[in-house]
């Protein structure tokens, strides 16, 4: 899960390796623990990596520096080997002849990199990577003709991967194997790279490659071709990226300037899907079964709709984890429909869900925020989230407007529940909530040495419980969990003392869950945890109290998420976390 991109430019006099650093800092989000860049000048490949950020790396090491108008970079989330030099990427051949840089992961690493041992090839790093250059080369040095030397390196490759090589004959060569790769056309040239982002505006037009493609770029132009050797016309499209929203305006970081963008990005969300609201209607209401998949904040949302559709739609749907799809056989044939949610359109497991159901028949229907991802063109039909790149690594504006999109939805099935005019009521109150921050900054001081911190919410709240354990725990680094208030006394009361903080999502929008859960803070508060109540009324039983705008009952989930991520985004830099990049994570996780 890294980001890939290589250069060829047109004019000698213009430098790959400062396109090459333009690109890699847009798609840090792909991966951020370490960067590197290989040029070649003079028939020679000039290497340079090193651990850390884009601008950490460049600065100490001047990755600029590196002459050549032809070059490959990448940015690494590590999955085979530790966080090392040696590890970056790219990583060179025997005798340096060919570079690479890889995005996913070989599966039959060890084998090829036993069998390239036994024939001398010494390996460097610990990835499985370096088998790549290698085993091209040797192929290479037998047949000396690359199309057919690409076709049988892959045919020995096995797992999902994409990479580029970059050849002395200055030619590059970009293969996509169920990772993203485009290649990118301009009057400078061409760029290849894992996703939109990393064009600059010297790219225009865009040719996505189709999985088990690969493509030779050279001086002459460009060939693309299947694994098994069929030259391939794929059309290009204009890019339509608008390059200016790259940018974190007067705030310090992306993550809380797209907490503050929902006062917009939820009353933009699906609107240029509006045909699309009617596809899904029918095609749901022609379904048996309807499944909703996602990962992580994603997945939070195929929660809350598990509780939204019975309740507005008179509907039963079934949220399934996209990791743990493939345990689900029986469900999935003609007569079902799975709605898969994704911000990027591009997380493997919920692309290897969605291929699952659609080799069963059923059909597909995404809520996705990059309409150019692969996940919409598995789709039979898409609603995009429109709410603009997100950069942060936590999902935040993205979430909200997943979470809208289903009320939207929902209308269609139920329209007494008028979603679109009451929308404005949210935003106001979300707005209230980011006006007045000093109630959540207060608890922040309070939570910033603890270690574990528990969440508890009933119903269309538990999942929103979920994702705000999930913000924190991302963000702050503190162990946080989401529990169903209704399951605390069926064993995680036993975590509970006098140390503990508990923070209890109890919006006023039903009595009797409202009475229970203050029958639940009772309880706690016998154990000696303090109590965090986030609600639209103040009761004495909470400690400390964040005051919740009333809206109407429905939409509650959709504004008391923003504390949580307010409480995560300020903790995390009190705890001197960078929020925008949190360790170990990734933006978009394409590895399964
Ligand atoms: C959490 C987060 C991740 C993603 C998950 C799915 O803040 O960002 O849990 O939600 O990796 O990503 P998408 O939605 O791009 O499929």
Redesign the pocket.
């Known amino acids: 899960m890294c980001s890939i991109i290589g250069c060829l430019h047109s004019d000698s006099n213009l430098d790959a390796s400062i396109t090459l650093i333009e690109s890699m800092r847009k798609m840090e989000y792909r991966g951020y623990d370490s960067v590197g860049i290989a040029t070649l000048n003079d028939n020679q490949i000039l290497l340079k990596k090193g651990v850390g950020r884009v601008s950490v790396v460049n600065q100490k090491l001047s990755l600029n520096d590196l002459n050549g108008e032809i070059g490959i970079g990448h940015t690494r989330w590590a999955t085979h080997g530790g966080v090392t030099e040696l590890n970056a990427h790219p990583h060179l051949s025997a005798e340096d002849k060919i570079a690479v840089v890889h995005n996913g992961i070989i599966e039959n690493h060890l084998d090829l990199k036993n069998d390239l041992k036994s024939h001398g090839i010494i390996f460097k790093s610990e990835t499985d990577t370096e088998v790549i250059p290698n085993l091209l080369l040797s192929i290479l040095n037998k047949k000396n003709e690359i199309k057919s030397a690409v076709i049988k390196t892959v045919s020995k490759l096995t797992g999902q991967y994409s990479f580029i090589a970059m050849l002395k004959n200055k030619s590059l060569i970009g293969v996509k194997n169920h990772e993203p790769l485009i290649l990118g056309l301009g009057p400078d040239g061409y760029v290849l790279s894992s996703d939109i982002l990393g064009f600059s505006k010297n790219v225009n037009d865009v040719i996505y490659l189709d999985d088990e493609q690969f493509v030779i770029v050279n001086s002459n132009g460009y060939s693309i071709y299947d694994f098994k050797g069929n030259p391939i016309n794929l059309t290009s499209t204009k890019l339509t990226k608008t390059f200016e929203t790259w940018d974190k305006g007067h705030y310090d970081h992306f993550t809380i300037k797209e907490i503050h963008e929902q006062t917009s990005t939820i009353l933009q969300s699906g609107i240029h899907s509006l045909n699309e609201f009617n596809t899904f209607f029918n095609i749901l209401k022609n379904s048996k079964r309807i499944y909703i998949t996602?990962?992580?904040?994603?997945?939070n949302s195929a929660l809350v709709a598990k509780y939204l559709f019975p309740k507005i739609a008179g509907m039963n749907i079934e949220p399934i984890l996209s990791s743990e799809m493939n345990f689900f056989e029986n469900c999935f044939d003609e007569h079902s429909t799975l709605i898969a949610?994704?911000?990027?359109?591009?997380?493997a497991d919920?692309l290897n869900a969605v291929a699952f159901a659609k080799e069963r028949n059923s059909r597909i229907l995404s809520i996705v925020n990059t309409t150019t991802s692969s996940l919409v063109k598995s789709s039979d039909s898409f609603i995009g989230l429109n709410c603009g790149y997100e950069v942060g690594?936590?999902?935040t504006k993205?979430f909200t407007s997943q979470i809208t999109i289903l009320y939207r939805l929902l209308e269609k099935f139920n329209p007494t529940q008028k979603t679109t005019s009451q929308l404005n009521l949210v935003v106001d109150a979300i707005s209230k909530i980011l006006n007045d921050q000093k109630p959540v900054i207060d608890i922040c001081n309070k939570l910033k040495d603890v270690d574990h911190l528990y969440i508890l919410g009933r119903g269309a709240h538990y999942p929103i419980a979920k994702e705000g354990a999930?913000?924190i725990k991302?963000l702050t680094y503190i162990h946080a969990e989401g529990i169903a208030a209704g399951e605390l006394k069926h064993g995680p009361l036993a975590l509970i003392d006098n140390s503990t903080y508990v923070i209890m999502i109890n919006p006023k929008d039903d009595s009797s869950i409202y009475a229970d859960n203050i029958s639940n803070a009772s309880e706690i508060k016998s154990r000696g945890a303090k109590i965090i109540g986030i609600s639209n009324e103040y009761d004495q039983i909470y400690d400390y109290w964040i005051p919740l705008p009333d809206v109407p009952k429905i939409f509650y989930p959709l504004i008391e998420i923003v504390p949580f991520q307010l409480i995560a985004y300020h903790l995390s830099i009190e705890r001197g976390n960078d929020p925008d990049y949190p360790r170990n994570l990734a933006?978009?996780?394409t590895v399964k």
């Open positions: 996602g990962s992580g904040t994603s997945y949610i994704s911000q990027s359109g591009e997380s919920v690594v936590a999902a993205s999930l913000k991302e933006k978009s996780v």
